[in-house]
């Protein structure tokens, strides 16, 4: 018998119209966005991990200092989101204009970016030395250990 402490909450928002609406410091683990309108959102500081965005629409929706671990964002629009959260490993975009169109990445979460290109075989010999002159060696150094220790 499952108590009602142990049940789990169901956070279906599944294709539902919440446009401008605040959702700010909410624990919203393995919460449903999937098709939902949620244009101008604001996330600021809530729990994202396991959520599913896959087909929402997140245009101008901030996600500062949230958590977005293995958080879904598949054929998601994230046009012109301020994308600056405190965790994305594991994270999932779609790899569409509809999904980096303005999107506005934290200084921490673009530098991830490159180095998650870093991590791929170059298609020529050495241009995986620019990316690490655009980083920095230093942030270069202290990024590669943090990618490491998330493999």
Same mark, same amino acid.
């Given at each position: 018998?499952? +108590?009602? +402490?142990?049940?789990?909450? #169901?956070?279906? $928002?599944?294709? %539902? ?8 410091? %909410? ?25 599913? $965005?896959?087909?929402?629409?997140? @245009?101008?929706?901030?996600?500062? @200092?949230? @958590?977005?671990? @293995? ?19 594991? #994270? +999932? ?5 509809? +999904? $980096? ?7 921490? !979460? !673009? ?41």
């Amino acid at each position: 018998m499952v +108590t009602p +402490t142990e049940a789990k909450v #169901v956070k279906s $928002f599944y294709n %539902q119209k919440l446009n401008f609406h605040n959702f700010s410091g %909410q624990d919203l683990v393995d919460a449903d966005f999937r098709k939902a309108s949620l244009i101008g959102c604001n996330f600021n500081d809530a729990d994202l991990s396991y959520t599913n $965005f896959e087909g929402a629409n997140l @245009r101008h929706a901030t996600l500062v @200092r949230s @958590r977005c671990f @293995r958080t879904n964002f598949k054929d998601a629009c994230l046009m012109d989101v301020d994308f600056s959260p405190k965790d994305a490993f594991g #994270v +999932t975009f779609s790899f569409d204009c509809n +999904t $980096f169109t303005g999107l506005k990445f934290s200084e921490m !979460w !673009w530098h991830m970016i490159l180095m998650s290109l870093l991590l791929s075989k170059p298609p020529k010999e050495n241009m995986d030395l620019d990316l690490i002159k655009a980083i920095g060696p230093e942030r270069y150094a202290g990024l590669h250990q943090i990618v490491h220790r998330n493999l």
